[in-house]
């Protein structure tokens, strides 16, 4: 499955951006999908995840309640809801999927698209 990550800018802290995601190649619904992001000099960290239904979805920590993962299986297409913006946000935000279990963990996603920036200026 070919993916390809889009929505990303330079936003102010508080400030909101809504990433798309969107997905070819293979039938969307059968895999999970996630988000990862990568901050500069850091390493890439799971931000939020969905099954294939949309069902289920898992938020790392920091972002629970400020960010929403949801998708479109009609459009194939996977997003990424940010409020409340803040600093520690900005990184490069990368889409992922998965035919595994659902996970946090990088490894069970084996297709990645291209990634996104994102900058929260203050």
């Known amino acids: 499955v070919q993916l390809q990550a889009s929505g990303g800018g330079l936003v102010q802290a508080g400030g909101s951006l809504r990433l798309s995601c969107a997905a070819s190649?293979?039938?969307?619904?059968?895999?999970?999908v996630g988000w990862f992001r990568q901050a500069p000099g850091k390493d890439r960290e799971f931000v939020a995840t969905s099954d294939r239904s949309g069902g289920t979805t898992l938020h790392a920590d920091s972002v629970e309640g400020r960010f929403t993962i949801f998708r479109d299986n009609v459009k194939n297409t996977v997003y990424l809801q940010l409020n409340s913006l803040n600093i520690e946000d900005t990184g490069v935000y990368y889409c992922a999927a998965g035919a595994g279990w659902l996970s946090r963990i990088s490894a069970e996603y084996a297709y990645w698209g291209q990634g996104t920036q994102v900058t929260v200026s203050s």
């Open positions: 190649g293979r039938t969307f619904s059968d895999y999970n």
